[in-house]
């Protein structure tokens, strides 16, 4: 059974910072890709940052360049989303996510977590 499971979300001041956790288990992620998406009240659900197991690649949201920063730890099976300088607009529900390959597309994206709430306030 596949489990992806995040935690760290909560409430946070403008301007602050959170480090999201996603926790894999269940199968082997080494030939994965994995990706935080989030998704706002009212809006689609928003690629923000993918990172291949294997390997340093990564790939983020353009708007989200220099804020948020994905990592992950091959021992702990863990994805990071370190995110800084948070803005009102990033509150959200935020998703981990696994896929075959990376994408941007939620749709490529085969195990998904229960997500975690992150709500920014001004």
């Known amino acids: 059974q596949v489990q992806l499971v995040e935690s760290g979300g909560g409430w946070v001041q403008a301007g602050g910072s959170l480090r999201l956790s996603c926790a894999a288990s269940g199968r082997t992620f080494s030939n994965y890709a994995m990706g935080w998406f989030r998704q706002a009240p009212g809006k689609e659900r928003e690629f923000v940052a993918s990172?291949?197991?294997?390997?340093?690649?990564?790939s983020y949201a353009d708007s989200l360049k220099g804020r948020f920063t994905i990592s992950r730890d091959y021992a702990k099976n863990t994805v990071y989303l370190q995110m800084n300088s948070l803005k009102p607009e990033d509150t959200a529900v935020y998703y981990c996510?696994?896929?075959?390959?990376?994408?941007?597309?939620?749709?490529?994206?085969?195990?998904w977590g229960q997500g975690t709430q992150v709500t920014v306030s001004s």
């Open positions: 996510a696994a896929a075959e390959k990376v994408s941007v597309s939620a749709y490529e994206y085969d195990y």
């Open positions: 990172i291949y197991w294997r390997g340093a690649f990564t």
